[in-house]
């Protein structure tokens, strides 16, 4: 089992910024993915942004509609995947919610889980 706690989010006036942050901690293997989603008010959960770390160790990386504003990073060795929001738009308001896709593997293959934050509220203020 996989716990991710969440932190970080708050409220802000528009063209500020803020700083998410993801700890994932239990017993851990390898995150195929970590990122961060989105839900605004009667709208569904959106990407943000996320990375993908393949079997070579690379690392690719994918942004949903934010338009270069947002900046994600990935720490394997702390298992930790932080979000950098900059230049804040009212329509960014949303509750943020870290993902993962957790892999572990044994001598029988290797399955895949999938995690969810508990959520933060991100609220920008025109």
């Known amino acids: 089992q996989v716990r991710l706690v969440e932190s970080g989010g708050g409220v802000v006036q528009a063209g500020g910024s803020l700083r998410l942050s993801c700890v994932a901690s239990?017993?851990?293997?390898?995150?195929?993915?970590m990122g961060w989603y989105r839900q605004a008010p009667g709208k569904e959960r959106e990407l943000v942004a996320r990375?993908?770390?393949?079997?070579?160790?690379?690392?690719?990386y994918e942004e949903g509609s934010v338009q270069g504003r947002f900046t994600i990073s990935r720490d394997d060795a702390k298992n930790t995947v932080d979000l950098q929001m900059n230049s804040l738009k009212p329509e960014d308001t949303a509750v943020y919610y870290c993902?993962?896709?957790?892999?572990?593997?044994?001598?029988?293959?290797?399955?895949?889980?999938?995690?969810w934050g508990q959520g933060t509220q991100v609220t920008v203020s025109s």
């Open positions: 239990g017993n851990i293997f390898r995150f195929v993915n």
């Open positions: 990375v993908t770390s393949t079997s070579t160790g690379d690392m690719h």
């Open positions: 993902n993962v896709l957790h892999e572990a593997c044994s001598p029988y293959g290797c399955s895949e889980v999938e995690f």
